[in-house]
């Protein structure tokens, strides 16, 4: 079974940065895609961001120009970089596959207040 192990949520001020990793332990991510979800209080879980086997990569609006993923296939580790953070970014935020869902993750949570 595909284990997703997510880190480096906390709380931070608006403006503020952080980078969240997403291992996946024992497994090869190399050959697909992979993204990063949310789900903030009381919301639907939602994309935010992925990237394909290749590099690509796409957000959704409510994020682009401020997140940014990437993947280290070799580290077998999915990366989001979150810049000026919102009150409305709150959220626990999950890594998966887009097209075939492995068994959700712990999430990290990430907390965006003054």
């Known amino acids: 079974q595909v284990q997703l192990v997510e880190s480096g949520g906390g709380l931070v001020q608006p403006g503020g940065s952080l980078r969240l990793s997403c291992a996946v332990p024992?497994?090869?991510?190399?050959?697909?895609?992979m993204g990063w979800f949310r789900q903030g209080p009381g919301n639907q879980l939602e994309s935010v961001a992925v990237i394909n086997d290749i590099g690509f990569t796409n957000y959704d609006a409510s994020v682009k120009g401020r997140f940014t993923i990437s993947r280290d296939n070799a580290k077998n580790t999915v990366y989001l970089q979150i810049n000026s953070l919102k009150p409305e970014d709150t959220a626990v935020y999950y890594c998966n596959r887009p097209d075939r869902f492995y068994t959700w993750g712990q999430g990290t949570q990430v907390t965006v207040s003054s």
């Open positions: 024992g497994s090869i991510i190399s050959p697909y895609g």
